[in-house]
């Protein structure tokens, strides 16, 4: 499967972007999926995750209350709408399968992942 996700640009502190992701393929529809993202000089790290179904989501601290994942299983496609963005939010942002079971204790089993899209770029200025 090819992931691609694009969306991405330059805002001022407190504007909104909305990033989609697409993915190839049939198994969309089965695969919990998550948005990462990765800063300059630090690691990967997961922001939202949303079930397969699309009927529970869960979020990073950081972003709750801001960011928004949703997804159209028949578009194979999911979304981030991220509002009141600040710069620390500034990241290459990908999406992924991850694992679900995770949010609330250790993984139980591990999801196959997709191999890893370009990334969009979000730059929020201050």
């Known amino acids: 499967e090819l992931v691609v996700e694009s969306g991405g640009g330059s805002v001022e502190s407190g504007g909104s972007l909305r990033l989609s992701c697409v993915v190839s393929?049939?198994?969309?529809?089965?695969?919990?999926m998550g948005w990462y993202r990765q800063a300059p000089g630090k690691e990967r790290e997961l922001v939202a995750g949303?079930?397969?179904?699309?009927?529970?989501?869960n979020y990073v601290r950081s972003v709750e209350g801001r960011f928004i994942v949703s997804r159209a299983n028949e578009k194979n496609t999911m979304y981030l709408q991220m509002n009141n963005l600040k710069p620390e939010d500034t990241a290459v942002y990908f999406c992924n399968a991850h694992c679900w079971s995770a949010w609330y204790g250790p993984c139980r089993r591990a999801p196959t992942m997709y191999s890893w899209g370009q990334g969009t770029q979000v730059t929020v200025s201050s």
């Open positions: 393929g049939d198994t969309f529809s089965r695969v919990a």
């Open positions: 949303i079930t397969d179904s699309g009927a529970s989501t």
